[in-house]
Structure formats: C-alpha cells, structure tokens
C-alpha cells in the first residue's frame, strides 16, 4: 500500500499539464529544481542567484577570466629542449580558433566558468576525416549524464545524444568517484543561502527608507477601513528612500514608535561580510581578490596573496585542463607534443622584483639576455644567448692551490 501511495505521489509530481509540460527526474524543469535545492534559509540557490551574490559573481569572473588570460601553448619537446609548435593544429584549435563561434578567450572563459560553479565542464570535439579535432563546442554541464556502460564511460546530453569518451573534453574538479566533479552550489549552498538572504534583507531594509518598522498607536479604536487607508497613505509619504527622513504628520492624538534593532547593532554589515570570507574560502580566494583588504593593508601582504591565488587557487585548475587536453586532443603518434598553460607572468611581481631576480639568474648563468626579454615579451637580440659564468667559483672540496697551479 506504501508502494501505491508513493507512486501515486510521483506520478502526481512528473505529470505533464500545461504549466509543467515535461518534467522527469532527468530533465528537471526548474520549479522541480528549485524543490530540492532550497537551503535551511528557505533560499533556493542555483547557478542564476547564486550570481546575483555578489562574491559568488567575483570569485568566478576572476578565475575564470584569469584562466582565459593565461598563454596557452602546444610544445614539442624532442627529449632535450622545447619549442612552441606554431603550426601544429592543436596550436591553431587552442589559441585561435576553438569553434566558428567563439574566440579562445571566449570559449576558455565559458568553460572554466562552468567548472568553477558546477565542478565539471564538457566540450564536444568534432573531428575531420584524418581523426584530428577542428572543434569545440561547450556543452550545458546541467544537461549531461556521465555513466559507465560495459566497463566504458560515455555521455548522455540532453537525454538524446550518447558520446563516447574520446568525443567529449571533460575537465572534471574536486571529485570522489572519479567520474564527475562535486559542485561548489551544492557544496555550499548554505554559505551561498545564507548571503543571499542578508542581500535580500539589506534590499528590503533600504526599500522600506532604511527603517526596520514601527507602530502607529491612537488613542480610540479604528475601524478596519481607517487602518487600510492610515497605512496605505503613511508607506506613500514615507516609504522608499525617496521619502526616507522625511516628517510624518499625525492627527487625532495618534503616536509613532519605531522597533526593531538597528543594522549596525543587530550584526547585519559584519554578517554581510563574514559571507565574503566564506566565498573567498570556497573558491581559494584570497579575500584581497572580493575587496575585503582588512588583512591586506601592506604592498608586500597584498603581493603574497597574489601569489597564493596563483599557486592554490588557479595552478590546480589550469592543471586539470591541461592533463584532459593533452588525453583527448593528440593522436598516439604525437606524444612528444603537449599544451602547456604558462602560469609564470602571473607570478613575475613588480617590476622592481622582477629586475632583481633577472640580475641574479643572469650573473648566476642560468638565463641568458634573450631568455629575460622573452619573459618580458621582448624580443630577442644579437649575441643575447649567451650564459655567464662566475668566475671565483669551483667545485666543493677541491684545492684550489691545484687549481692555480694547472
């Protein structure tokens, strides 16, 4: 009997009508969504108002543009030295042309978006008839199913369309069954509920004149026709901020007292800020990033956050890309070829520190002039390839009275 009412149940809520025309477990439709995603605040939180939080919009425009920004090269490396393949198709697929339709900025900032927030993206490769690919094109992370069939993995999209493994590009982030990544929205979805619901609050305090409330007391008993017409003519003279501060004029003996806490004293500009924290925490962000420069009030702090954001937030992502691109882009006959993201500009620092350590490397031999102008994005010069080498040095615990003597 349990069996039946519970069948009935879903099949009340999958049914087709009008205002729910297809609705399946598989193919949510968004009122169905909403449903299981609402939060202990009563928030529901999905990709579209998790990004009307402020932070949540920053931290992934800043990962996601920084991941678009960095150089992204295919090298060929012959066992002894690496130089960039400028003819190589992948090179032209990755720092051209991805597909008709986007830039690679575009497209990289598509896809590192949809990792960031839903902790997979997917892009399927065409490919031309010598089994090359000359496209890619991002795939909604919301529509695609990954499941393993006969030991294989494969792609379900939009319910319709089966891909095979080596047709989809999949980056996947922080997993544990290997196969998808979890997603930051689920993840944290009462951090994110709970910064909405202060934004909304904040919202509402403002559209209200910045007044929390009050009460309007009189000395004789109002019918409930003079209470409809006392409230609609007191929030048209003083609602809003437009009418915020302004005099109230009351008659008939009848008094104002205003309740509720203050802002400030009910904790709510500290809250609204302890979420910026906690969405810095989530993406690895260092807080100086969301605009939260309290701890960051020296040069050198904010410099040293800069290179963590690097180093923990934006290295295991351009990582994760670059394994599922050299797997799926390169035939087997190319594995002396790999793309490569050059995380290095990111951590040059000021121009003064970069000098600096340019002096050491050169007069230390390890780079040579047209080694430092290359990193500067210069280019190179007569004679600039050559190594120094120090002069008063030698080996360890050789005598240098030898030395001389030969």
């Known amino acids: 009997m349990a069996d039946k009412n519970n ?19 598989s ?5 169905l969504t909403g449903l299981f995603n609402s939060s202990a605040t009563g928030v529901q939180v999905s990709e579209d108002n998790a990004l009307t939080f402020s932070a949540v919009y920053a931290a992934t425009r800043i990962i996601s543009e920084t991941i678009a920004s960095i150089p ?64 890619l094109i991002p795939l909604d992370p919301l529509k695609v199913q990954v499941k393993i069939v006969d030991g294989e993995k494969v792609y379900i999209f939009n319910d319709k ?19 998808t990544g979890k997603s930051p929205l689920n993840v944290a979805r009462e951090a994110i509920a709970i910064g909405l619901s202060a934004q909304e609050y904040g919202a509402r305090f403002y559209s209200n004149g910045a007044n929390t409330g009050g009460v309007i007391t009189a000395p004789g008993r109002l019918s409930l026709e003079a209470i409809n017409r006392l409230k609609q003519s007191w929030n048209r003279s003083n609602g809003g901020n437009s009418n915020s501060h302004g005099t ?9 007292d205003k309740i509720g806490l203050d802002p400030e004293a009910a904790q709510f500009l500290q809250s609204r800020k302890f979420q910026v924290n906690e969405i810095a925490r989530i993406f690895r962000i260092p807080p100086s990033y969301l605009a939260d420069l309290d701890n ?3 040069r050198a702090n904010v410099e040293q ?45 000021d121009l003064k520190g970069r000098y600096e350590a340019y002096a050491v490397a050169r007069n230390w ?40 003597a030969d």
């Open 161 to 179: 369309e089966t891909l095979l493994d080596y047709e989809v590009l999949h980056v996947v982030g922080l997993s544990f069954n290997g196969l």
């Open 248 to 256: 109230a004029i009351l008659e008939e003996g009848m008094k104002y």
């Open 72 to 135: 992204l090269n295919v090298y060929k490396y012959d066992g002894e030295t690496r130089t960039i393949a400028k003819d190589h198709p992948i090179q032209i697929l990755l720092a051209e042309a991805p597909n008709p339709v986007s830039s690679t900025f575009t497209f990289r900032e598509a896809m590192a978006a949809n990792l960031v927030l839903h902790g997979n993206c997917y892009a399927k490769i065409f490919f031309n008839a010598a089994g090359r690919p000359i496209s």
């Open 365 to 404: 031999g390890w780079l040579s002039v047209n080694d430092i102008r290359d990193l500067e994005n210069l280019n190179p010069i007569k004679g600039g390839n050559v190594y120094l080498t120090p002069l008063n040095m030698q080996t360890a615990g050789e005598d240098s009275t030898n030395v001389d």
């Open 27 to 31: 193919n949510p439709a968004a009122w």
């Open 296 to 298: 960051s009030s020296t």
């Open 305 to 349: 956050q800069a290179i963590q954001f690097v180093r923990d937030c934006i290295t295991p992502y351009v990582r994760r890309f670059e394994v599922e691109l050299n797997r799926k882009l390169f035939r087997e006959d190319e594995r002396d070829y790999y793309a490569y993201f050059s995380v290095d500009g990111l951590m040059r620092g």
């Open 7 to 25: 069948s009935g149940f879903f099949s009340r809520l999958f049914r087709n009508s009008p205002e729910n025309p297809s609705t399946s477990l």
